[in-house]
């Protein structure tokens, strides 16, 4: 065999030469069937951009077959044919076989070391191989290089480097997957950990893993760039573009300026690098270095979670969501993600929030429509409950598209700028649109209460002179019928307010003329009767004690604050009555009186069994954080007892007397007052002792009351033989010994279940502990119990001691039924 200047030398075929080099060296970029490229032998590209042959990286002493660039002075590989079988010594050779495919053999043995594809493939006729200026080594069938679809190319097999015009993704005809891995090291081309793929699970997006695990998520394509890759912008080098469609799904880039050289390649260390060939310094250099950054790493603010690298810690809950674990978050210990602040119950009036400037979240279990417009998305979305956030998948123009989120959200962050919208969803109660009409709603709320004050003064002139006329004359005018209509309602100015008003004599009429037989208790400020208006409808009474300066003001309070709440749980304000000197509130009846009537009593408390007391706890629970969180008005209810919680036909609880309730803004959690009222043996300690009152403080009386459901004792009241302890004393004391159960009623020996009883034992006390900071809200609260999870171990309960000074006044309970000696108590301190 004779060999020539060629580099290349040709047993069969005929010799295409193309270009001639200034050394004048004949090189051949093709190779034909049953031709043979040797060891110190290889194919040139036809500008002589890349090289094929036969190379040892770095200080390997294992060769390979691969592709690299001719022109540049540093040998950089952007192919390996053999990565993982690598060549022990030189005695080898590449060749194409007739078939169409591509082997290295042993030269000594004949072995095929390594080969293309399957050799069984069917066969081709005249195959030839040609190395492209692309840098893309194709195998094409009798001469016909232009076909589209190659019998084979290199750019099907990617290993480290993506070169321009590769497709980096998938064939969804052949359901295959072009993806690049890095080398293990510098001198070893065989895979490493790191491989960036294309995940199709959902909206395509582009991962970094690190073996099997997610390491770096440059999220979805939204039509002009990468979700979580805002470095890579339109520059001069490459333009570049990510194709969704039926066929293929696939990134890929070109370059402007075909004369330069650029590649992206996947460091064993698993950076990606953007390189760009520098004349002057000959040497490659990073293009659009992307800043990787601790907001990088996968999902490290875990769900809900957005990281702003700007932020000091980065991890911050997004709008509506707070820390699972307060404790943690606190330490910087991201692992148990957020979680809604108020929990999505599927309710009607539920909404998106608009949240901008995001990397858009892990969008595996997505799904995607491309020629759906964002009104359509925000529809669909609304539809199916379990849709947690929606946006445009294509923000390209006036924006298209549509991608829909199911479950958590997961690795978000949030850019300074050029981030991506997303519509989160939201109970009613957190809507953007509702808070910023809420604080126009306050700022009314401010004109109606001094609107209201005037008015009270208007009124109560009114009514001595009205009150006066009417005593002389002696009779009521019996026109005065129950009305709805709502000309006939109060307005205080704020234009929610639409309560009926109802004719004293449809009252009178119903209530038997206020006999004693309907009297259903006395109260604070006024007894309570129970009616049957004329078509039927059971009422019960509330008739304000007309001496009472005290009632007046919480008439008033009890009307504006009841009438805008509705919810299960809550007895509802049909409307009042305000005319002459009589002031009435007119409430649904409820046959079955207070729960107070039922567990503190012997023969009655049978009828309560463990499903129904469960049922009952639960239902204060969603009432008690309807008007904590839910309802547009936060308030706090200050005279939580059993007496106050009534049941319906069908034993559900619902809360009533709103008498002390005390209304205020979104924003204030925590007041301090100089009139504490409340009950003995419900109210949190800081409540008692100081007057500080907060949300907390419910809830501090709704563990009791949930201590008194299990045990069907009175806190204050039970003393225990052997540690003097009240019920809240004894239960913490059998919990830490372990027995509970031991709290729990006999009557309801059968019907308990177990780790439901001992839940609710545990969240009770949770709920009492001394110190307002250390208990749930009720949003936690309904979480802890209706889930299986571990609870956190409560601290040392809080008693009042009581004070020794006390103005203590009679108030309101159930409807004003006030039972037994369990009064309200108003104390004024410092007064
Ligand atoms: C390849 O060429 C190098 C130097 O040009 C030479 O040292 C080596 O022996 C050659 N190897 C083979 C297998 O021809
Ligand atoms: C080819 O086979 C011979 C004999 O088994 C062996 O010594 C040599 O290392 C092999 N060459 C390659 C490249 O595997
Ligand atoms: C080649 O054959 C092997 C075993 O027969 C099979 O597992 C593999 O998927 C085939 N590869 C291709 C590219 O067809
Ligand atoms: C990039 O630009 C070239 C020339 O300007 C154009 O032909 C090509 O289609 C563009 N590619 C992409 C992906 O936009
Ligand atoms: C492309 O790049 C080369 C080398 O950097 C430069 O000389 C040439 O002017 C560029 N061509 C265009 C069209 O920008
Ligand atoms: C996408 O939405 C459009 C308009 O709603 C509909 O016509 C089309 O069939 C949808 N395509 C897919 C793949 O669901
Ligand atoms: C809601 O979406 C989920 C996930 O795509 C789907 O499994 C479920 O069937 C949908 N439900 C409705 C009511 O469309
Ligand atoms: C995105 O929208 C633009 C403008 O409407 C359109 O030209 C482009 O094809 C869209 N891209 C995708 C991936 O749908």
Known sequence: MEQRVAKIKMIFGFLVVLHASITCTYASNTLSANQIVRYNETIVSPQETFELGFFSPGNSLNHYVGIWYKKLSKRTYVWVANRNTPLADTSSELTLTRRGVLVIRNTTTGYVIWSSTNLSTTSVRNPTSQLLDSGNFIIYED????????????????????????KHGWNLVTRTERYYTSWKSSDDPAPGDFSMRVDTR????????????????????????????????????????????????????????????????????????????????????????????HCDQYA??????????????????????????????????????????????????????????MKLPDTRGSWYNQTMTLVECEKKCKSN????????????????????????????????????????????????????????????????????????????ICLFYSFKRKKQQQERTPANEFQHDPENSISTGDEDLELPLFGLSALYKATNNFSMNNKLGEGGFGPVYKGVLEDGHEIAVKRLAKTSTQGLYEFKNEVISISKLQHRNLVKLLGCCIEGAEKMLVY?????????????????????????????????????????????????????????????????????????ARTFGGNQIEANTNRVVGTYGYMAPEYAGDGIFSIKSDVYSFGVLVLEIVCGEKNRGFVHKEHCNNLVGHAWVLHNEEKSLQLVEKCLSESIDVSQVLRSIHVGL???????????????????????????SPKEPGFYVGKTKQDITESSSSYGISSNNDLSITMLNGR
């Open 202 to 293: 959902g909206y395509p997006q582009i991962f970094l893993m690190n073996r099997e695990e997610v390491k770096f998520r440059a999220g979805p394509w939204n039509g002009l760039r990468f979700s979580g890759d805002p470095d890579l912008k339109p520059n001069p080098i490459y333009n570049f573009t990510f194709v969704i469609n039926e066929k293929e799904i696939y990134y890929q880039y070109s370059l402007v300026n075909r004369s330069v050289f650029s590649r992206l390649v996947l460091q064993p260390s698993g950076d990606i690098q953007r390189m760009l060939w520098v004349d002057s310094i000959q040497n490659w250099q990073l293009y659009l270095a992307p800043e990787s950054d």
């Open 143 to 166: 001469g016909n290089i232009n076909q589209e679809n190659p019998i084979w190319q290199s750019f099907d097999f990617l290993t480290d480097t993506l070169l321009p015009g590769m």
């Open 766 to 792: 949770l709920c009492v502990q001394r110190h307002p900071e250390d208990r749930p809200t009720m949003t936690s609260v309904i979480l802890m119990l209706g889930s299986e999870g571990p609870l956190p």
């Open 385 to 460: 409950c379990s849709c947690i956030a929606y946006t445009n998948s294509n923000v390209s123009g006036t924006g298209s598209g549509c991608l829909l989120w199911f479950g958590d959200l997961i690795d978000i962050r949030t850019f300074a700028e050029t981030g991506d919208t997303l519509y989160i969803r939201m109970p009613y109660s957190e809507l953007d649109s509702i808070s910023s009409s809420a604080g126009k709603r306050r700022r009314i709320r401010v004109v109606a209460i001094v609107a209201s004050v005037i008015l009270v003064i208007l009124i109560s």
């Open 588 to 660: 649904e009846y409820l046959p079955n009186k207070g729960l107070d009537s039922f567990i503190f009593d012997k023969s009655r408390k049978k009828l309560l069994d463990w499903p129904a007391r469960y049922n009952i706890i639960t239902g204060i629970a969603r009432g008690l954080l309807y008007l904590h969180q839910d309802s547009r008005l936060r308030i706090i209810h200050r005279d939580l007892k059993l007496s106050n919680i009534l049941l319906d036909k069908d034993m559900n609880p619902k809360i009533s007397d709103f008498g002390m």
């Open 300 to 357: 490290v603010c875990k769900a809900f979670g957005s990281c702003n690298i700007d932020n000091s810690p980065v991890c911050e809950c997004l709008k509506g969501f707070e820390p699972a674990s307060p404790e943690k978050w606190a330490i910087a210990d991201w692992t148990q993600g957020c979680r809604r602040t108020i929990p999505l119950d599927c309710g009607p009036g539920e909404g998106f929030n608009k949240y901008t400037n």
